[in-house]
């Protein structure tokens, strides 16, 4: 069992210059998706399909960020934080995903870095959280290469437009979660469920990575660059060597498969083999140069962190042969996600032992409950407030231990469409009423707003 920390973090534990944040993402939250000449995403048509999404939710609306930019500006400052992370919606920049800028989508983006400039505040600026144009979809997905090639372009366009102003860009948001719950598993867009489709996916999100980092290079002189990776720490359910090797093939499957090539190793071979006729090396897929490509050399590594997972082995259960399980006696979030703090610094220090990456930045890190929400809208999430306080004593541990963690990005600003959960599922540190757009912050954000005022007292943020 992990135990979970319950001192307070101390601010002073914690570098001067830390990247201090809230996340969010363009279709979790910017609703409008016709407006101004934004083109369809593959989120606006899974959404849209009967039965996808839980209770038929879409986007459609979302926090109508889109039209409140001023005033959730306002809120983003208010919480004192010293970096924003969001993401570009694709499509509202290059309706059909290729081709000449639409000024107005380019315009949104513009204003937002500048209203988060004027408050002083860094824009930390996803270029792909996952709403791919549906027309590149029409044309293969991330299966096809071309994909990779148009988002090269597409992150030339941004990093041209927003360079002189953005200084930190994270190319790809999570590809494990793009290439397998999307063309693997299809619980997310588009749906498909196809283990080959999936890693052909996954292996052109990693050259479209690639390409993307040098187009920023090329673009935005003196940025920084990184792709943020959901990295979860396995550990064997037992002590056996059934076991242990089970939870290496996990790892292999959740963290290696995107950590070894990003790192400049290529595909980890254990992988290669197991993954059998579905790897990209058997479909025929890696070409001469991609591994430079992919492992091009990038300034920090993300990672969105939320959980841990517990395997053991499970002869003949999926391509992996294992299954994780949910140990008893651990706390749970509303998602069924394990509490597990201790497991963030395990990650952070082995990834800076395994990887030696220059600046780790935690780019999310969270977790939903069901709220329940008083009279007068306030929330008192005590659960989501003590899972904060013991993942930032968890980087303290980490920090103390060597590893370069240079920031922290609560995921979420606000609650938000949580993906194939819809509404149901509430990860902001600030409540939105969805039939009124009321914001209100909750408990946990407050207890944020009040550690980064510490902060700043005393590391001077
Ligand atoms: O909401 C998502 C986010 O878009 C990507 N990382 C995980 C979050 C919670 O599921």
Not at 95 to 103: E, M, Q
Not at 294 to 303: E, N, R
Not at 375 to 381: E, K, M, Q, R, Y
């Given at each position: 069992?992990?135990?979970?920390p319950?001192s307070?973090?101390?601010?002073?534990?914690?570098?001067?210059r830390?990247?201090?944040?809230?996340?969010?993402?363009?279709?979790?939250?910017?609703?409008?998706?016709?407006?101004?000449?934004?083109?369809?995403?593959?989120?606006?048509?899974?959404?849209h399909?009967?039965?996808?999404?839980?209770?038929?939710?879409?986007?459609?609306?979302?926090?109508?960020?889109?039209?409140?930019?001023?005033?959730?500006?306002?809120?983003?400052?208010?919480?004192?934080?010293?970096?924003?992370?969001?993401?570009?919606?694709?499509?509202?920049?290059q309706?059909?995903?290729?081709?000449?800028?639409?000024?107005a989508?380019?315009?949104?983006?513009?204003?937002?870095?500048?209203?988060?400039?004027?408050?002083g505040?860094?824009?930390?600026?996803?270029?792909?959280?996952?709403?791919?144009?549906?027309?590149?979809?029409?044309?293969?997905?991330?299966p096809?290469?071309?994909?990779?090639?148009?988002?090269?372009?597409y992150?030339?366009?941004?990093?041209?437009?927003?360079?002189?102003?953005?200084?930190?860009?994270?190319?790809?948001?999570?590809?494990?979660?793009?290439?397998?719950?999307?063309?693997?598993?299809?619980?997310?867009?588009?749906g498909?469920?196809d283990?080959a489709?999936?890693?052909?996916?996954?292996?052109?999100?990693l050259?479209?990575?690639?390409?993307?980092?040098?187009?920023?290079?090329?673009?935005?002189?003196?940025?920084?660059?990184?792709?943020?990776?959901?990295?979860?720490?396995?550990?064997?359910?037992t002590?056996?060597p059934?076991?242990r090797?089970?939870?290496?093939?996990?790892?292999?499957?959740?963290?290696?498969?995107?950590?070894?090539?990003?790192?400049?190793?290529?595909y980890?071979?254990?992988?290669?083999?197991?993954?059998?006729?579905a790897?990209?090396?058997?479909?025929?897929?890696v070409?001469?140069?991609?591994?430079?490509l992919?492992?091009?050399?990038?300034?920090?590594?993300?990672?969105n962190?939320?959980?841990?997972?517990?395997?053991?082995?499970?002869?003949?259960?999926?391509f992996?042969?294992?299954r994780?399980?949910?140990?008893?006696?651990?706390?749970?979030?509303?998602?069924g996600?394990?509490?597990a703090?201790?497991s963030?610094?395990?990650?952070?220090?082995?990834?800076?032992?395994?990887?030696?990456?220059?600046?780790?930045?935690i780019?999310?890190?969270?977790?939903?409950?069901?709220?329940?929400v008083?009279?007068?809208?306030?929330?008192?999430?005590?659960?989501?407030?003590?899972y904060?306080?013991?993942?930032?004593?968890?980087?303290?541990?980490?920090?103390?231990?060597?590893?370069?963690?240079?920031?922290?990005?609560a995921?979420s600003?606000m609650?938000?469409?949580?993906?194939?959960?819809?509404?149901?599922?509430r990860?902001?540190?600030?409540?939105?009423d969805?039939?009124?757009?009321?914001?209100?912050?909750?408990?946990?954000?407050?207890?944020?707003?009040?550690?980064?005022?510490r902060?700043?007292?005393?590391?001077?943020?």
């Open positions: 069992m992990t135990t979970t319950t307070t973090p101390d601010p002073l534990h914690f570098p001067p830390f990247a201090w944040g809230v996340a969010t993402a363009s279709y979790q939250i910017e609703g409008a998706p016709s407006e101004d000449g934004r083109g369809a995403s593959i989120w606006d048509t899974f959404s399909t009967p039965g996808r999404v839980r209770g038929g939710d879409t986007g459609d609306v979302a926090c109508d960020h889109y039209h409140r930019l001023d005033a959730d500006l306002d809120l983003i400052h208010s919480l004192g934080v010293n970096a924003y992370r969001f993401s570009v919606s694709w499509p509202r920049v309706p059909s995903g290729r081709g000449p800028a639409n000024p989508g380019l315009d949104f983006y513009s204003r937002l870095v500048d209203g988060l400039l004027t408050r505040i860094t824009p930390w600026l996803t270029l792909y959280h996952w709403d791919l144009p549906q027309a590149l979809q029409d044309q293969g997905g991330w096809s290469r071309d994909t990779a090639h148009a988002f090269g372009d992150a030339a366009v941004v990093a041209g437009a927003l360079g002189d102003r953005v200084k930190h860009f994270i190319t790809i948001n999570e590809p494990w979660c793009a290439a397998f719950l999307g063309y693997g598993i299809g619980i997310h867009a588009p498909h469920t283990l489709q999936s890693y052909a996916a996954a292996h052109h999100l050259v479209g990575h690639g390409l993307a980092v040098q187009a920023v290079r090329a673009h935005a002189p003196g940025a920084q660059v990184g792709i943020t990776l959901n990295l979860y720490e396995g550990y064997p359910a002590d056996t059934q076991d090797a089970a939870t290496r093939r996990q790892d292999g499957f959740q963290n290696r498969w995107y950590l070894d090539p990003v790192y400049g190793r290529g980890p071979q254990d992988m290669v083999e197991l993954i059998g006729d790897s990209p090396q058997a479909q025929g897929l070409l001469p140069g991609d591994v430079d992919m492992g091009v050399p990038t300034d920090f590594l993300g990672v962190m939320y959980s841990r997972t517990v395997v053991e082995d499970a002869p003949g259960e999926g992996l042969h294992s994780a399980v949910r140990p008893e006696g651990s706390e749970y979030t509303g998602f996600w394990e509490v703090p201790q963030l610094t395990d990650l952070m220090l082995r990834l800076q032992r395994d990887y030696d990456p220059p600046a780790i930045y780019t999310e890190n969270g977790a939903t409950y069901p709220d329940t008083e009279a007068d809208g306030s929330v008192h999430d005590a659960e989501r407030t003590r904060f306080q013991s993942h930032l004593g968890a980087i303290e541990d980490a920090l103390t231990g060597g590893a370069k963690v240079r920031g922290y990005f995921w600003l609650d938000n469409f949580e993906w194939a959960e819809g509404y149901d599922k990860f902001g540190i600030v409540h939105v969805f039939a009124t757009q009321a914001r209100t912050l909750k408990q946990s954000g407050r207890w944020y707003r009040d550690f980064l005022a902060t700043r007292q005393t590391v001077g943020v």
